[in-house]
């Protein structure tokens, strides 16, 4: 893989770079040098629902640029300049960073304006509160909490009621519900669909009367990769005349660790229920002689009648998966699948009146895959550390390295720019201690990089994210389900 920097460098002092979180904590041992640290009062608020969070101690690095700047720390002090040229990662290039802070070279006028100009121009990068706050994550960092959950395994998008706006359901620990639009109004469609927890859903109209069907994934129990009856179980819910009421379970056939599902399209015009294992039968720490069988579940004239459901295996290539994107086509022809696994991915496109697979291999595996066009995203590895893009088959670009348990992945024009970004979110504390959400913005000219913009900080421990115009303005919003912050919440679209 190529890691992003590594390509030829724009600007003669452009630095190398470092992960995130080394280079926030590089940036967080300058501000104690700062007479005044914020009180109490100026820390950030972590959850407050329907209001602009601000960014993270940004009174500090403010006050810390105000001292280097006004008291003259390093203008005329060249011991210092050498610290934060070294700070910055600036390298030995200018004359003004070599040497060391014992013995350090004279700072001219002219290298003093340099300096000050890179200084200014890569704190903002390296230190990005440090220059006020993000204009990206302001414009969707406005913060509705939805609900207080349990775990919130999965999420989907979908309307509900038939009343032509999007509603959001979620698998939770151990009730399948959905909340209504606008007032999200909480209405649980089935408790307890096993003794173990509920994993994943699926939401889509596919009888077109303008209300979503839903299926559900429980019984997880991924270490039992043998026994149907202890590990896996997939639902299709028959829908009430009134849907604020409970649904009725149809328990369908299954193999263990039922993990992830969609409802997806073939070229007849037909759906069919995907779902995907997380293992292949008997298999062990993703190794075995049994792929794990990606099985379409074709819909019947009666859904409700278990016996009518008839099933077939789309692909079994590989040992381990995790997730799989649905690219849906506009359309309305065929959809397409990619299954992020331990050993690559598996993109399977109707054509010839059947489904067809490509494999592409990777070393570490995907997690999380999105494809968005000709642009794929991914998480490596398993609940991995890394972001990466790639356009078409290119070798893939790390953008970020930094998560921890990335678990959470879209690609979406959020910003308007007519560019796709890439959303990324984890539930593991970091090397900072922190949790939440980044969106990647591609290059705005050729060889520049891209930039990370924090949307979440620390208080989104992200399970799972969709993407969707939730209350219709045309601009494409956040919803987030939080494991072990135990929130469901919305990040609206406040661009202009």
């Known amino acids: 893989m190529t890691i992003a920097g590594d390509e030829p460098r724009l600007a003669e002092f452009r630095p190398q770079r470092k992960p995130f979180s080394h ?57 210092f300049s050498v610290q934060l040229c070294h700070r910055l990662r600036l390298g030995d290039k200018p004359d003004f960073c070599k ?36 204009a990206v994550a302001k414009a969707i960092a406005f913060v509705e909490k939805i609900d207080d959950i349990q775990i919130g395994y999965g999420l989907a998008i979908g309307d509900v009621d038939g009343d032509g706006k999007d509603d959001i359901l979620l698998a939770d620990q151990k009730e399948i519900v959905w ?32 209300k979503v069907e839903i299926a559900a994934g429980a019984n997880w129990n991924p270490g039992e990769t043998s026994n149907r009856d202890e590990s896996g179980s997939v639902h299709y819910l028959t829908a009430p005349e009134d849907v604020t009421q ?19 399209r073939d070229g007849k015009g037909k759906f069919s ?11 062990r720490g993703g190794k075995g002689e049994h792929g794990v069988k990606v099985t379409a579940y074709h819909v019947p004239e009666k859904p409700e009648d278990a016996a009518q459901w008839k ?18 086509d506009p359309k309305g022809g065929a959809d397409q699948l990619v299954i992020a696994g331990r050993e690559g991915i598996v993109t399977l496109a109707w054509s010839e009146s059947k489904w067809n697979r490509t494999f592409q291999g990777f070393d570490e595996g995907f997690g999380e895959v ?44 959020l910003l308007g720019t007519g560019q796709r970004q890439i959303i990324a979110g984890w539930r593991g504390t970091d090397a900072s201690g922190r949790v939440g959400i980044r969106l990647y913005a591609p290059p705005q000219s050729a060889g520049a990089p891209w930039t990370q913009h924090l949307i979440d900080d620390n208080t989104m421990a992200c399970e799972d994210v969709k993407i969707a115009d939730i209350n219709g303005d045309g601009k494409p919003d956040i919803i987030a389900a939080g494991r072990n912050t135990k929130n469901l919440n919305i990040y609206w679209n406040r661009r202009k």
């Open 23 to 79: 280079l926030r904590s590089e940036c967080e041992q300058l501000a104690p040098t700062v007479n005044n640290p914020p009180s109490k009062a100026e820390e950030p608020m972590h959850s407050a629902p329907k209001s602009m969070r601000r960014p993270v101690n940004n009174r500090r690095y403010s006050a810390l640029l105000h001292k280097l700047f006004t008291e003259k720390t390093f203008l005329f002090n060249s011991a």
């Open 99 to 134: 040497g060391s802070a014992m013995n350090p070279p004279p700072l001219t006028l002219a290298s003093r304006i340099t300096f000050f100009a890179i200084v200014i121009s890569q704190w903002s990068q390296w230190c990005p509160l440090a220059s006020g706050e993000d």
């Open 179 to 210: 909340y209504r639009n606008p007032d999200w109004q909480r209405h649980i469609v089935a408790t307890r669909l096993s003794l173990k927890d509920n994993v994943c859903i699926a939401a889509r109209d596919i009888d077109g009367d303008g």
């Open 246 to 264: 409970p649904w009725t379970p149809v328990k369908l056939p299954h193999d263990p660790t039922t993990h992830r599902m969609h409802w997806v």
């Open 273 to 283: 229920l995907v779902v995907l294992p997380l293992h292949g039968i008997d298999n």
């Open 311 to 328: 099933t077939t295996v789309l692909d079994d290539s590989m040992h381990m998966t995790h997730n799989f994107d649905l690219i849906i």
């Open 370 to 413: 999105r494809r968005n066009g000709d642009i794929t995203a991914g998480i490596h590895p398993f609940h991995g550390n890394k972001v990466t893009v790639a356009l078409g088959n290119a070798i893939p670009l790390v953008l970020d390295e930094s998560l921890n348990e990335g678990h959470a992945l879209a690609i979406a024009d």
